[in-house]
């Protein structure tokens, strides 16, 4: 089955600095890679999305590439602000997103 | 418009006791999910239901059972709890076909002792 794994688990930057976090899958077929947020005791919520025909997606400071080949996308914040601070998860689905295969997380912290 | 809602927050299970995690959905949605989260795990999908009347496992599907009751809400059983199910369990739901757009509820934080 699908293999979700998730680069750095923890990341600490400087307000103003961008911040970059890498997934890798393991199975060809997936198709559909969302990214999530997660702050401190709340729900997870969606913040960007990529589909396979995609190479890359922009939303103002966010932004996603993916790069089928070697099997791997990565999320970019720019301008980190304070409220960038939460947990990040990757994801990937083979079915446009009925069942699916989450990272482990990386843990974002942007210092004043 | 409450979204997805799920009882109870909090819950604290002895070995074997039973239990039932409610979820409910105001938005129409035909899809609804259950998730696990522990410690440096992610998200784990335990069982989903993509319309009213239908059930599929997902990932880690062993020690549950799930109802989808009718569209708005879905149940998750578990039937003799074990300390391995100390986690945080989400609910979520989406449009069938938009199930990438999930919308997650609030959580419940379950411990087995």
């Known amino acids: 089955g699908e293999n979700v794994e998730q680069h750095p688990s923890t990341l600490s930057v400087q307000e103003g600095d961008s911040a970059v976090i890498k997934c890798t899958y393991s199975?060809?077929?997936?198709?559909?890679f969302p990214w999530y947020k997660q702050e401190l005791g709340k729900r997870p919520q969606l913040i960007i999305d990529i589909r396979s025909n995609v190479g890359e997606k922009k939303d103002q400071r966010i932004a996603v590439t993916l790069n089928k080949t070697a099997k791997h996308f990565s999320l970019h914040i720019t301008e980190t602000q304070p409220e960038d601070s939460a947990v990040y998860f990757c994801?990937?689905?083979?079915?446009?997103?009925?069942?699916?295969?989450f990272g482990p997380g990386t843990r974002l912290s942007v210092l004043p | 418009n409450a979204g997805v809602t799920q009882t109870p927050k909090f819950q604290v299970l002895k070995t074997g006791q039973s239990m039932t995690l409610q979820c409910a959905q105001d938005m129409n949605h035909n899809s609804m999910y259950w998730y696990r989260q522990d410690p440096g795990m992610g998200l784990r999908l335990i069982y989903y239901s993509a319309s009213e009347g239908t059930t599929d496992k997902g990932e880690v599907p062993n020690g549950y059972n799930v109802s989808r009751l009718n569209k708005r809400e879905f149940s998750l059983r578990l039937e003799s709890a074990a300390p391995s199910q100390t986690s945080v369990y989400f609910c979520?739901?989406?449009?069938?076909?938009?199930?990438?757009?999930?919308?997650f509820g609030p959580g419940t934080r379950l411990t087995v002792t």
């Open positions: 994801a990937a689905s083979i079915d446009y997103g009925q069942n699916f295969v």
């Open positions: 199975d060809s077929a997936s198709n559909y």
């Open positions: 979520a739901s989406s449009w069938r076909d938009r199930a990438y757009e999930q919308y």
